[in-house]
């Protein structure tokens, strides 16, 4: 199930919402590139998506969930990758 929190963490001049998947990482990569989200987004477990695109990701199919959701989907199917544990990756390669 693809999850979205609420645009709300502050950064660029802008807020910004975390979009997850709690089943694979394929399945938000695939979700992030319908919604137009370039691989550079994704920070180690989610993609960090502008509140301009929060809509779209609702209308595509996206459940709304808090923060601390996400994070207990997260860590329940494996996925979690904490900063201090896991060093920044390159984007994934689309195909």
């Not at 993609?47 to 459940?63: K, Q, S």
């Amino acid at each position: 199930m693809i999850l979205v929190d609420e645009p709300r963490w502050p950064g660029r001049g802008r807020l910004w919402s975390h979009l997850v998947s709690d089943v694979s990482f394929d399945e938000v990569h695939a979700f992030a590139e319908m919604l137009g989200v370039p691989a550079r987004a994704f920070d180690r477990d989610h993609y960090d998506i502008p509140e301009v695109r929060f809509p779209a990701a609702l209308w595509l199919g996206a459940t709304l969930a808090s923060s601390r959701e996400i994070t207990v989907r997260l860590r329940a199917a494996g996925l979690r990758r904490p900063k201090h544990l896991v060093p920044r990756q390159a984007p994934p390669v689309r195909r």
